[in-house]
């Protein structure tokens, strides 16, 4: 069984950084594919990017391009969530999530529990 723990979150001002953490267990094989989404107070829940390690191939929804990094590291099976330049509108629970091997596939497995990202203006 996948089972994922993600942590990392925290207060941090306007124009500050974070990064998440996904630390993965159970996998049976070398590869595997995660996905990071978030949520907001009152709004429904938003793909932020993912990565499979089988390519190395990360997708990053618009509203973070060129703002969050996703990489990962394999011997930690770990994917990080690089978070810059916050916006208050970046305010969210995020959550990892087993993408079943695709990124593109939009199939999910396992959740993580989610971390709470708030950025204040």
């Known amino acids: 069984e996948v089972q994922l723990q993600a942590s990392g979150g925290g207060l941090v001002q306007a124009g500050g950084s974070l990064r998440l953490s996904c630390a993965a267990s159970g996998f049976t094989g070398d590869d595997y594919a995660i996905g990071w989404f978030r949520q907001a107070p009152g709004k429904e829940r938003e793909g932020v990017s993912c990565i499979s390690t089988s390519d190395g191939r990360t997708f990053y929804a618009d509203s973070v391009k060129g703002r969050f990094t996703i990489s990962s590291d394999h011997a930690k099976n770990t994917v990080y969530l690089h978070l810059n330049s916050l916006k208050p509108e970046d305010t969210a629970v995020y959550y990892c999530?087993?993408?079943?091997?695709?990124?593109?596939?939009?199939?999910?497995?396992?959740w993580g529990q989610g971390t709470l990202v708030t950025v204040s203006s």
């Open positions: 999530v087993d993408a079943e091997g695709s990124c593109q596939e939009g199939d999910f497995g396992s």
